[in-house]
């Protein structure tokens, strides 16, 4: 089913709400160190101000716990949306709050669109209509692409803080792929639930359960599914030689990936029977081996 994009709304003149990810990192004073989230999304933003759209900008930065906090605000160039309790908790109320500041709703948070807050779900009801930005739209396109006719090795590769998070894009990523890999925080939880030692890392114990079913779905569908080896060492990015194979064996050989300052031994063990995948040198590009599914431009950070 084709969604509705911003292309195909009349915006002449029109209040238009757009959701986008300003949710970029910062240093210690407040600069952005990433851009790649703004960048991403100026395409929607001029399309819109180009036909005469008078644009409303809302997203979020940090946590800030439903509470203003001046080292996260995003004035003037946005609405900090979870600056206000009510957009985590879908507030109702809230929902139409933000509707009456505009006729029309575009969704250009590709990154945050899987949550079911305020400013990505409840508004939509109260809107007349509601659609997809260029970022939103590109990426739905890509990944439609990907996920309906993959080439093989068919690779996904998930991160975040929270398995509560991603628990149907695993179990839906699980009947298409050739192998899942799991980092960031929420591998902990998987970790701990396998039984090894996760000292003070992030784990979400009231998920243990669930993420053992996961594994055991896993290893039921004959599927590669790969954690940290070493708890201590998170790489921001991936470069050097993986090693790819058919076997399920997660014990050897090492794997070297060094990062761009210097070498941090074993991410994961592959199959002994793999053979090397050669990948660039570090980059934000995503891995050459062939049909590879990573976080997307907008939501890499």
């Not at 050669?278 to 907008?298: H, M």
Request: glycine fraction near 6%.
């Amino acid at each position: 089913m084709a969604k509705l994009s911003i292309r195909d709304l009349d915006l002449k003149n029109k209040r238009v709400f757009i959701r986008v990810d300003f949710n970029v990192p910062l240093d210690e004073h407040g600069r952005v160190t990433d851009d790649t989230r703004i960048v991403e999304t100026l395409p929607t933003i001029d399309y819109a101000l180009q036909h005469r759209a008078h644009v409303i900008l809302a997203s979020h930065l940090g946590r800030p716990k439903g509470k203003p906090n001046p080292k996260m605000s995003l004035r003037p160039v946005a609405e900090h949306l979870r600056f206000h309790p009510e957009e985590e908790a879908n507030d109702e109320k809230f929902s139409k709050s933000l509707a009456k500041l505009a006729e029309l709703y575009v969704n250009d948070a590709f990154g945050s669109a899987h949550r079911a807050h305020a400013s990505t779900a409840g508004i939509n009801k109260f809107v007349s209509k509601s659609a997809a930005g260029l970022l939103m739209e590109k990426e739905l396109q890509y990944l439609g692409k990907v996920l309906a006719n993959p080439e093989r090795p068919f690779i996904a590769i998930l991160g975040g803080a929270k398995v509560s998070d991603k628990i149907e894009v695993i179990r839906n990523l699980m009947p298409k792929v050739d192998a899942l890999l799991i980092g960031g925080a929420m591998a902990y939880t998987f970790m701990k639930a396998q039984g090894r030692e996760v000292g003070k890392s992030l784990v979400e114990d009231d998920k243990l359960e669930l993420a053992r079913q996961l594994l055991a779905e896993a290893k039921t569908k004959g599927l590669t599914f790969l954690l940290p080896a070493k708890k201590s060492l998170r790489p921001k990015r991936f470069c050097g030689t993986a090693r790819w194979g058919s076997s399920k064996s997660l014990h050897s050989p090492k794997v070297r990936l060094p990062s761009p300052k210097r070498s941090r031994r074993i991410l994961v063990r592959l199959p002994s029977s793999a053979a090397a995948i050669p990948l660039p040198p570090c980059s934000r590009q995503a891995w050459p081996i062939k049909s590879v599914i990573s976080p997307p431009a907008a939501a890499r950070h």
